[in-house]
């Protein structure tokens, strides 16, 4: 396929990450396009409460914006179908990319696993920030896509826009990868780093609330669920294991008090809450767990809601990339990155 070719895609889910992709898109259409020869025209969004929208002959990505900036919704865009639903949009023939970017339930991975089940059996490309389906079903939608000569890419979901995926499996292809250790989860490391200020666990964590770092309920983030599911992403797609998300130990940080940390502190070491996905002798085990570690250690210095993730290799030593790990330009920027690999390797094909 040649350079002039132009991506239809689908959007399924038109909240934060949506709109964040859609904002990207609209911003960078013509540097797209000229450096990358990439063309495309969004021509449905499927969203149950933002509004649903079909058009093939495509969307204006500037009118979504400011009608979703202004209403919240886009159910007031002009033209196109509003009846289209995800499963439609999945099926229909007008579409070669699904985005799927809907809510993660990490327990039983829907409504984002049907829908990319759907898209790949369908012949469609899928990119999606979703942990759940990935975290819960990767070997069975891995093999679907290869089934049909499909990609199915998913940069977002262990570091938002910070390459971590693509940096194993792309960037250090050929190195083995014995071990991965990072801060996954930014409003924990929030947490902590005010705890280093001297702030009480309660009282850092109402200020990671007030700057919306924190949902109001927290026990994803601060009990290491959060954490433990991108574990399983890591140790099941960098280090080819088959685990889930009970093989993950878990221990999370609202028991760590304000003396704790700065305890740890006087010994010359932090407290961080890291995921650990080691190989050894051929069997994978991931944890998730508050953890010392020394102030020369390359994660240390990583403070406030920014992630980080080394790579322990056999060509190049540790490996470390430091990023934000949330956002919604920045998870936009993830899904960008992965619909680009999917040009480049189709036009080069």
């Known amino acids: 396929m040649n350079g002039s070719r132009t991506w239809r895609i689908g959007l399924i889910g038109f909240g934060n990450v949506g709109q964040g992709f859609v904002r990207v ?19 449905g969004i499927a969203d149950p409460v933002k509004g649903s929208v079909f058009d093939p002959n495509g969307l204006d990505p500037r009118k979504l914006i400011e009608l979703v900036d202004r209403y919240g919704n886009i159910k007031a865009y002009e033209g196109g179908r509003k009846d289209i639903d995800s499963l439609t949009l999945c099926r229909s023939g007008d579409v070669d990319i699904i985005v799927e970017v809907t809510p993660t339930n990490v327990k039983t991975g829907e409504p984002g696993l049907t829908h990319i089940r759907e898209a790949l059996s369908n012949g469609k490309h899928v990119v999606t920030s979703n942990k759940g389906p990935i975290a819960l079903a990767y070997r069975e939608l891995k093999e679907l896509a290869e089934k049909k000569g499909v990609m199915l890419r998913f940069e977002g979901t262990v570091l938002s826009g910070t390459p971590a995926i693509n940096l194993a499996l792309e960037s250090l292809a050929g190195a083995e990868i014995s071990k991965v250790e990072g801060i996954v989860n930014g409003t924990t490391n929030f947490i902590l780093t005010k705890m280093e200020e001297g702030l009480t666990f309660e009282e850092a964590l109402k200020e990671a609330q007030r700057l919306g770092y924190a949902e109001a309920d927290p026990t994803a983030d601060i009990e ?103 956002g919604r330009v920045e998870t936009g920027q993830a899904i960008l990155s992965d619909v680009l690999a999917i040009h480049r390797y189709v036009r080069g094909a």
Not at 25 to 43: D, S
Not at 282 to 290: H, N
């Open 224 to 326: 290491g669920w959060d954490a433990a599911v991108k574990a399983v992403i890591i140790a099941n797609v960098i280090m080819g294991a088959s685990i889930t998300l009970n093989d993950v130990e878990r221990e999370g940080i609202s028991r760590i008090s304000r003396e704790d940390v700065a305890n740890a502190l006087k010994e010359g070491k932090k407290i961080k809450l890291l995921a650990e996905v080691v190989k050894e002798d051929g069997r994978v085990r991931a944890s998730v767990k508050p953890t010392k570690i020394p102030l020369t250690h390359p994660l240390a210095g990583v403070s406030g809601p920014i992630n980080a993730l080394t790579l322990h290799t056999d060509t190049l030593g540790r490996v470390t990339i430091i990023g934000p790990g949330a």
């Open 25 to 43: 898109l609209a911003r960078k259409e013509v540097m797209l396009r000229e450096k990358y020869g990439f063309n495309f025209k969004i021509v």
